[in-house]
């Protein structure tokens, strides 16, 4: 339930030939350290045009993040995407909100986070497929390094083929 279906160091190896092979045909995405930095307004550079090429190749998107409607609406404003926010990942409720504005079945869903603990275990009780990705930044402070400490394990796993 902790293990990612696949492990990149960022949303720019996601590629549609990537979701292909998955059987992916629609993406959750998480924002904070994913597609922004922690808290931040704006896209990390190379998002924009990420986003774009996904959606030119067909790919349905939204953004899904446990921040609030305040921080969320505007940064979905700037990608054209839909949004769920205050999704409480991992349980179920936002992303389940979030599969049914994708309008697809959730097999061909993966979710995408750089966080175990919320993106990878809230797609797994979803039964989605999940993607993790690398933070672009560590985060400072105590919770933050225990955190990425527990998270260690799995990603260990991953590596060594332990993948369910």
Known sequence: MLIPDLYLSSVFD????????????ALILDVDNTLREYRGKNPYDGVVEWVNSMQNAGIKLIVASNNFHSSI????SLLNLNYVAMSLKPLPFGLKKALKLL???KD???IVGDQIFTDVFGGKLNGFKTILVKPFIEEKGHFWRIKRLLEKPFITRYGKGDKK
């Open 14 to 25: 996601i590629t549609p030939d990537v979701l292909n092979n998955m059987g992916v045909e």
């Open 73 to 76: 609406k505007p940064f979905a």
């Open 103 to 105: 309008k697809i079945d």
């Open 108 to 110: 061909k869903v993966a």
